[in-house]
């Protein structure tokens, strides 16, 4: 029977050029599953506890959730090929969520922003003046799509800017007073501008179709999209906003009860090779974390990545910080609320 | 006859020529024909729709604008393993449902038609429930009873959730048909010395036969089209509605709608294959009873 | 208004069938006509187009003299009883009788007025608040008729209305339509396949067979004087014996038959040495003494028989016999008379007068197939 | 039951006795009971289910209660769903009629292959069609636009989309039990009303749909549970505004993680379901062994 | 082996109603044996005790000595045509007439054979591979009696089994299943509530009513000499005159009634002084000459009417008539005399001679009610 490896990723992250590339170097079968969403992910891995998968690719700031669940084993740290990953990935994932209790469980594999997307035609914008603010503008009425919880947290950042929030931004993540305290001004400045969104999205497929089928103008989305779109020719932009692009770091982690645990591994480090991080980052315009993967980038990538981060954007990224299961259900909650309203 | 009441005439009784009462007597007809028409539309636009923009060069599916023609989704569709593992596991998914639900569904109708009525309205009550039960509350329920017992989502809470609803249905089309059966013919069968399984199987059963069939075929239906209530039981299984659903979420191509069509082709043609069956079927029978 | 309801010429073709073939009749007011025919004859398809439902392929109907073309059921002076009734099972029996009403839009209070005087005319006062359901089978006609009535037609259509009730209950109801008939002076147009009920209720009668008319006339008429073949066999059992006319004098017929020569009534279009039919009514035979034969005995018709079987029905007893070829007769004794029948294989004969007799043109048609 | 072995003899009967058990209990009973407990619970991690904090409580139907918004939506998924339901009727009452009784039966059959040809093709991709037609720059639009009703494209999604989706997600189930019981009016009595002057607006209203009063509430019953259970509809022709009640199930679920409160949110829509269907019943005096014949 | 069938005191009880009360008769071997009564007598209940679908609440079921307590439907030696036929819709005809023998474990050869030559017997060779939906009416009926005689019982049992055929089979059918009888020599135990055709095709007559039995007789003897009021009523038309016993005399009584003195031949039970009936059925009724009065005339039995209302019937004419104190009268007349038959309104009399009069204890009850 050959190896095979089951992989349940992001839509879009593994391309069938991948497949077949990490089938022949490797001679095991991968079979890709896509979600769409973290919580997609985590629930459906609490579903069916834990089994089905090889290999999953959360975000970092979420991994404590998966171990809190019981959903993720422990990284082997002596079947990973440590040299192939950017140092300050790894160190940097350590405090962000993929160290958990002393025990690693994720290892990087690449990180990008969620900033904002807009027409070029119809609403142009500048690095430095570009805000989260931007959106909310009374021009953009009928015209924006954010997602529901990290669209608030970009009002956040856009009236923490203007100092107009009780506490800053990032305290919101550390204790329900505080989270009660800030979401309840954010909420209330959210629903006042409801009149902008056109479109909610959740996932790459909504967020693209807003401004493919849509109509929007604007938004807030994740960098894959307003690449995607770029690529098909579309007139749209990608800008980092003045308050700091939010950044975010994934990498692969493997199920507690994965069936095949050593093809996990052969995966989790082939990804971790130049060519693969290229491949990656050059299907989805995401920063891969693989050393030597940058040089390897196409132009167009190379492009996109200069045009989104001008100046002193790089510096000024904004990182999630760690998303415990209590501020989760409690995002969801405002969520709701300012989806329904 | 002599009326105590004065009758007015009946509404449309005048003294108007044929051909003008013919005249009006036309246009609720021809009201009809533009509803049926409008009906029509209604049910055949988004299809058409959808099924034009499989030749669509763009890769969000639509047809405006027509970016050129194509068949190249086709080929992605017929290249997409992902999806064939999809069809695969909903055949399963359906195989375990008709094994399940035909059985069920049929002891149930028998053990119905044995009760009295007050016994009777409370187990129809009870089994018709999954049926007016949400699809997400079975999915739920099913789920969570369970992971309970440490069963997770997968192939077996799939079949077991959607048999719980599914064996209704064919408990309906059932008991339908059993409504219609000669219980004399049971007594007459016992009456020529069979005994009760013989009767079973050679009076009752045959009988039975055709709402079987369509039971099995309803229930083969329902079950690959279940979104609802097999998306929170899936576990880590794919069928094929998940993974349409899921593509819609995560990538919607065309190839979703060349699949839509090679579907909607496969549905006509048997449907035209069963009519013309069935009319074939009616003359032989004309034929030969005259 | 000399008649009330008028079919000139009328046809009407379904695709290849013509299920009604240039008929003509008319009815006149008050009368209570039948029409009776076999299953299929196009009885029903007269009395839709009467009624409105169908539209003749030719000819024209009128109703009052006046010419129907074109008015839908709900503008015609008619009203029509069905097959089934057609009761609305959801309304009680005086909604149902007052639904005329309620579509000409009158109030509630007169509706009810009316339905009580229909309930006191068919013999149900009291019954107005029950279901259709709580009827009996009489009871559930009768509301019928009132609902029909109660929209004052000026012709009644009633398609074999009583072919659903049993034979005890259909004889009762017999006299009661007649009745109310008498009563109300409303023209019937009765449809049935059953000849008695055609015989015992009508003034008139038309018998149709396969879309034609055959004859219209008065019941002792269509039994005493058919003027078919058809109508012969059709309307009350018959003998019928084949032959060839030999002479025809003052109306009456010699037969030369495989059984010997017999007189009997000319029927219409007999002409001397051509074939012909002899008709003779069960009743009309008669026991000659045992062991007589043809030409023998004291009538002038004496017909040689085997008995075969008496079949004792109550008032009367069947006597089934076989002629030496093998065909078939019957003779209905009375009861009181049956105390010296014959038994089975015994030689008999028949007598019968030739006015009880009738010879028609033609050899007989089979009767409607029995059981290979 | 001795009905049961008396007709079959007690091998069958036993073996017809355990599948009806094993469905009933099993598969219909238990896991709504299971339901209830858990909605009925906190939402805890694995570590501490079973420990001091796991207590029965109604915190979850109370949080419900408790939530403007939720209530909101929950209220507007029933009126929602009876809209739809009454839109469905509406739309399905002339064909059932005719189809029943004037159609000929090679056109009946005709048009019967041509309804069921959406139903083949799963619920998912029938919304989808509808996704793709009502789309901002969609072909309704642009065929309205060039037809010159509209200048400018219209938002379809938002709650005429998710009407428009539901009503044809739905038909069959509306349209097929009022054609059966359409079906076994006898036609003379349409004929005996039109022959006593009636109005075919008064022949429908007081012959033809009370004589298939079980046929249309068993369709309503039915559309009404499929259109308040829906997912797919509201998830893809919604817009920010158009919520439904199951989109709040499906976060607690897979959003926002608690499964508890999502149980004791689908109990509720469960309740009110029921509750819904009973009343209806009621209310046109219908009992529920004639629905669904 | 002395008798057939016996049922000794037998009773069934539903609940409250005793639908068999009683009830004790035996059959005789080979003996076409009726069962007749009006609708819910109980007919079908004996039916289904004898075959064993229902066990009684007391007393005995035999066949052939045997006493059946105990044993099911497929353990006797019976077998049962139902009203509804139920015949196998989904076998060709000839499994369905072989059923018995698979259910006796016979091989498919032998059935084939078997069934073959019960399609002769029945004359429907060449039917077998038919399917029974293409059989008409009386070919099904035949294929039931085949499928009851394939698997040779001692005892056949028919519940109605020509009550869904129309008029002409029924008869036609009649005399097919009297023939089959006296063919195979099985008994026959068979139900109606049609009194002609028990009349017409049975050895004897078991009558009912509401469970009761009322006389065992053979046909003519139930017509003559009725045991009972009911059976005077049910079997065949009756006048029935209310009236009081003057005297009983070598078999012949006389009564005192509302329209004078008639005599008649003295039923079981009749005793002087005492309450009683007289019948006389109406085609012993014959038409004394107009404006006769009682005591006038040639026969000793005159009574005075006035026509109401001649219904010509084709064979006979049924003429309806009122005595002065309203009750109603109703004389078959042949047809053949009806020439001179009186108008509505004319005052007449009826003469009928002692033999064909009746007298029974009792004042008639009503015939079962006439609608209200
Ligand atoms: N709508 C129709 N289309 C085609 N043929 C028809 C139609 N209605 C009646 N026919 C045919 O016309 C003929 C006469 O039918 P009709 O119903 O008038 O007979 P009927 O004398 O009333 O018979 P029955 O006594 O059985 O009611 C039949 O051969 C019938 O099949
Ligand atoms: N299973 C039963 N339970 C209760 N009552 C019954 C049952 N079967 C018959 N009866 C009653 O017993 C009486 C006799 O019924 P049965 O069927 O024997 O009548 P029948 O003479 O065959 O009538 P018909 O001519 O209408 O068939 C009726 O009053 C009937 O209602
Ligand atoms: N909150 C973090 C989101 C991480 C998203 N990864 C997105 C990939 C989209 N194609
Ligand atoms: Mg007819
Ligand atoms: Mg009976």
């Not at chain 1, 990290?150 to 990032?170: A, K």
């Not at chain 2, 009006?24 to 024909?33: D, H, M, R, S, Y």
């Amino acid at each position: 029977q050959t190896p095979t490896v089951n992989i349940f990723a992001w839509a879009g992250y593994v391309t069938d050029e991948m497949l077949a590339k990490f089938q022949a170097d490797t001679g095991i079968t991968p079979v890709f599953t896509p979600y769409g969403t973290n919580d997609e992910l985590l629930n459906q891995m609490r579903a069916s506890n834990g089994a089905g998968f090889d290999v999953i690719w959360p975000t970092v700031d979420r991994v404590p959730n998966y171990v809190e669940f019981g959903l993720v084993q422990p990284i082997d740290e002596n079947k990973v090929e440590w040299d192939r990953v950017i140092a300050s990935a790894v160190s940097g994932s350590e405090n962000m969520g993929a160290v958990v209790g002393g025990n690693r469980y994720q290892v990087p594999s690449d990180w990008g922003t969620e900033a904002l997307s807009f027409d070029r035609d119809q609403a142009p914008l500048e690095y430095g003046s570009a805000s989260y603010g931007d959106i909310w503008k009374p021009e953009m009425e009928g015209k924006a799509t954010v997602r529901g919880h990290s669209g608030l947290v970009g009002i956040g950042l856009w009236l923490e800017g203007e100092g107009r929030l009780p506490r800053p931004m990032r305290e919101a993540f550390a204790s329900e007073e505080a989270m009660t305290e800030v979401y309840d001004v954010i909420l209330a400045e959210a629903i006042a501008r409801k009149g902008n969104i056109i479109q909610f999205w959740s996932n790459e497929n909504e967020a693209q179709g807003a401004f493919r089928v849509n109509g929007a103008a604007i938004g807030q989305t994740w960098d894959s999209t307003a690449a995607g779109l770029a690529r098909e020719g579309l007139p749209i932009g990608y800008i980092a906003p003045k308050e700091g692009a939010l950044a975010w770091m994934e990498g692969l982690s493997i199920p507690s009860q994965a069936a095949n645990v050593d093809e996990a591994y052969a995966f989790i480090n082939w990804m971790l090779t130049p060519e693969a991080g290229a491949m990656y980052s050059n299907a989805t315009s995401i920063n891969s974390t693989a050393v030597g993967a940058d040089a390897l980038l196409s132009d167009e990538a190379k492009a996109f990545f200069a045009a989104a981060y001008p100046g002193d954007a790089l510096d000024k990224l904004w990182w999630w910080p760690i998303q415990e299961s209590w501020f989760v259900a409690k995002r969801n909650e405002y969520q709701d609320r300012f989806l329904s309203a | 006859m002599t009326s105590a009441v004065a009758l007015p005439p009946s509404p449309a009784m005048p003294a108007r020529t044929p051909l003008a009462s013919r005249a009006a007597a036309a246009i609720p007809k021809i009201l009809f024909w533009i509803y049926v028409l409008a009906f029509f539309v209604y049910l055949f636009a988004p299809l058409v729709v959808m099924s034009a923009a499989a030749f669509n060069t763009s890769r969000f599916p639509t047809v405006t604008p027509w970016l050129g023609t194509t068949t190249d989704w086709f080929a992605q569709m017929v290249d997409d393993a992902a999806m064939w593992r999809a069809l695969w596991t909903s055949a399963i998914v359906a195989l375990g449902v008709v094994a399940i639900a035909v059985p069920v569904g049929t002891a149930a109708a028998l053990v119905l038609t044995s009760l009295h009525a007050r016994a009777k309205s409370v187990l129809y009550a009870l089994m018709v429930s999954p049926l007016l039960t949400p699809g997400v509350v079975i999915g739920i329920a099913t789920l969570v009873l369970w992971r309970q017992i440490g069963v997770g989502g997968g192939l077996l809470l799939i079949v077991l959730a959607q048999a719980s609803f599914i064996s209704a249905y064919v408990m309906l089309m059932v008991a339908a048909r059993l409504q219609r059966f000669d219980r004399t013919l049971e007594e007459a069968a016992l009456g020529l010395g069979a005994s009760k399984l013989m009767v079973f199987r050679r009076v009752l059963l045959p009988f039975l036969k055709p709402a079987l069939l369509a039971a099995a075929l309803l229930a083969t239906l329902q079950s690959i089209e279940n979104y609802n209530t097999t998306l929170f039981v899936r576990g880590f299984e794919t069928p094929l509605t998940v993974y349409i659903a899921t593509k819609v979420r995560t990538g919607l191509t065309p190839a979703v709608n060349a699949l839509a069509l090679v579907m909607i082709a496969i549905t006509i043609a048997g449907a035209l294959a069963w009519e013309i069956a069935r009319r074939l079927e009616a003359r032989r029978s004309a034929a030969s009873s005259s | 208004m000399s008649h009330s309801v008028a079919l000139e010429r009328v046809t009407m073709a379904f695709g290849e069938t013509r299920a009604v073939d240039d008929v003509s009749f008319t009815v006149e007011p008050g009368e209570f006509f039948s029409i009776l025919g076999p299953s299929g004859c196009g009885k029903t398809t007269i009395l839709r187009m009467v009624a409105g439902f169908l539209a003749p392929s030719a000819g024209r109907v009128l109703i009052g003299e006046r010419d129907m073309a074109g008015l839908g059921p709900n503008q015609r002076p008619t009203a029509m009883i069905f097959q089934s009734l057609a009761l609305f099972p959801l309304m009680p029996v005086w909604e149902n009788i007052a639904f005329g009403l309620e579509a000409r839009g009158v109030s509630k209070e007169k509706r009810r007025r009316r339905a009580e005087e229909l309930l006191d005319l068919i013999a149900l006062s009291g019954y107005g608040e029950r279901k259709i359901s709580e009827l009996s089978g009489g009871q559930k006609q009768r509301v019928a008729i009132a609902r029909a009535l109660a929209v004052e037609p000026q012709v009644l259509l009633l398609d074999e209305p009583l072919s659903a009730l049993d034979l005890k209950l259909r004889q009762h109801m017999r006299a009661e339509l007649r009745t109310i008939q008498k009563r109300t002076g409303v023209t019937f147009l009765y449809i049935t396949h059953d000849q008695s009920e055609a015989l015992a209720m009508s003034d008139r009668v038309a018998v149709m067979s396969a879309g034609v008319l055959q004859q219209v006339a008065a019941p002792r008429t269509l039994y005493d004087e058919p003027a078919t073949p058809f109508v012969a066999t059709f309307v009350g059992e018959t003998n019928a014996v084949p032959g060839r006319v030999v002479a025809i004098e003052n109306g009456e017929a010699a037969l030369d038959t495989a059984h010997g020569r017999f007189t009997a009534r000319a029927g219409a279009g007999l002409a001397a040495g051509a074939e012909a039919t002899l008709y003779v009514r069960p009743e009309a035979l008669t026991l000659a003494r045992q062991g007589a034969t043809a030409g023998e005995g004291a009538g002038p018709n004496v017909l040689a028989a085997r008995a075969e079987r008496l079949d004792f029905e109550g008032a009367f007893g069947l006597l089934h016999g076989a002629t030496a070829d093998g065909a078939r007769l019957l003779a209905a004794l009375p009861s009181t008379t049956l105390g010296g029948a014959p038994a089975p294989g015994a030689e008999i004969a028949f007598s019968f007068s030739t006015r009880d007799a009738i010879a028609l043109p033609g050899h007989a048609q089979a009767r409607p197939e029995e059981e290979p | 039951m001795s009905a049961l072995t008396g007709r079959f003899g007690p091998g069958l009967a036993g073996l017809f006795l355990v599948l009806v058990g094993f469905w009933l209990a099993g598969l219909v009973l238990a896991p709504n009971l299971m339901m209830i407990d858990f909605a009925l619970r906190p939402n805890l991690l694995p570590a501490d289910v079973g420990g001091p904090l796991d207590t029965y409580s109604l915190d979850n139907l109370a949080y419900l209660a408790g939530e403007p918004v939720h209530r909101e939506i929950f209220l507007k998924t029933v009126w929602a769903s009876a809209l739809v339901t009454i839109a469905t009727f509406v739309v399905c009452y002339p064909l059932a009629f005719w189809l029943a009784q004037t159609a000929s039966p090679s056109a009946a059959s005709l048009v019967v292959l041509a309804l069921v040809i959406p139903f083949w093709i799963n619920e998912v991709l029938r919304t989808l069609a509808w996704y793709i037609l009502l789309a901002f720059r969609g072909p309704l639009n642009a065929f309205l636009m060039n037809l010159g009703i509209l200048d400018e494209p219209m938002r379809w999604y938002g709650d005429g989309g998710v009407l428009a989706g539901m009503v044809y997600a739905y038909i069959l189930f509306m349209l097929f039990p009022i054609y059966n019981s359409i079906e076994s009016l006898e036609k003379a009595q349409i004929e005996a009303a039109r022959d006593l002057g009636a109005a075919t607006w008064r022949i429908h209203l007081r012959i033809v749909i009370p004589h298939a009063k079980a046929g249309i509430a068993t369709g309503c019953v039915f559309t009404f549970m499929l259109a308040a259970g829906s997912y797919v509809a509201p998830a893809l022709l919604g817009a920010p505004g158009s919520r439904w009640f199951t989109q709040i199930i499906y976060n607690w679920f897979f959003e926002g993680g608690d499964w508890n409160r999502g149980a004791a949110y689908a109990l509720v829509l469960l309740v009110l379901c029921l509750a819904v269907v009973l009343i209806t019943l009621r209310v046109f005096r219908v009992s529920l062994t004639d629905v669904a014949k």
